[in-house]
């Protein structure tokens, strides 16, 4: 048989209620708060969006050059028009004109084979216009984060389309027009709601003979890629477009 003594029995009542008290705290803490309004439960993830393409028109101005060519590289001016239908799907038209500037493998042909009383020019073509329709997607919209802080609205979009090139030619090469079937991608940069900044790359697919051979003879016409790298300032309306209350 075990006998408490009156100090032994205190340290065993002092250890029950702090046992017990603790419990009770577990049992009677709070549950965490939440922070729950009912007249959200419903409510959409994005609310009051400022859409950049539904429903809007962009016009702008844009300049190019061609790259990778050949015998004559093109340096372009023009200007594209864009609506957009919904905030991915759009049409528009192209129009480009300009003219070539030889590069430096015509250069060092034309030094190779003149002669003193005569000089050698080698007959080439070069893009004199590119008009076409586009149908335009546009697979990413939003805001991004670029140069760490600077937080703006781009897109990313794709152009297919289709029209027709007016080919210039030299000496023994003749003007031409081509069916110029087209496809590019493309980012547009928005400093504001009503402004933009875009970069392209196109690829339009042209008939035509680039040269003639060193002998003078010229080549059937073929098909080839012509690689159009363009920079454009666009301008968007309505200016200050309506806010979407829901999506």
């Excluded at 697919?205 to 003879?217: C, G, K, Q």
């Excluded at 301008?235 to 999506?247: A, G, H, L, M, W």
Aim: proline share 6%; hydrophobic share 45%; net charge negative.
């Amino acid at each position: 048989m075990v006998s408490l003594t009156p100090r032994s029995s205190s340290r065993a009542l002092c250890l029950a209620l702090a046992v017990a008290t603790v419990a009770l705290s577990q049992v009677a803490a709070p549950a965490p708060a939440r922070a729950e309004n009912p007249l959200l439960e419903d409510a959409p993830q994005i609310m009051r969006v400022r859409p950049l393409h539904a429903g809007r028109h962009i016009v702008a101005p844009q300049f190019g050059l061609t790259i990778g060519d050949e015998y004559v590289q093109n340096l372009m001016a023009g200007l594209y028009w864009r609506y957009h239908f919904t905030s991915w799907l759009g049409i528009g038209a192209d129009v480009w004109a300009g003219g070539g500037v030889d590069t430096s493998l015509t250069d060092d042909i034309n030094r190779e084979l003149s002669r003193e009383a005569r000089p050698f020019e080698l007959p080439t073509t070069s893009l004199q216009l590119l008009a076409n329709l586009t149908v335009e997607l546009v697979p990413f919209s939003g805001k991004a984060i670029i140069f760490s802080d600077a937080l703006v609205r781009m897109d990313l979009h794709i152009d297919l389309g289709v029209g027709v090139a007016m080919v210039s030619g030299n000496d023994r090469i003749d003007d031409s027009v081509s069916l110029a079937p087209t496809f590019g991608v493309g980012l547009r940069v928005f400093p504001s709601r009503w402004l933009s900044i875009g970069l392209s790359i196109k690829d339009y697919i042209v008939e035509r003979a680039l040269a003639a051979r060193r002998d003078l003879s010229v080549p059937g016409a073929e098909f080839g890629h012509n690689w159009l790298f363009g920079l454009s300032v666009g301008f968007s309306f309505p200016t200050n477009p309506e806010i979407e209350t829901d999506r």
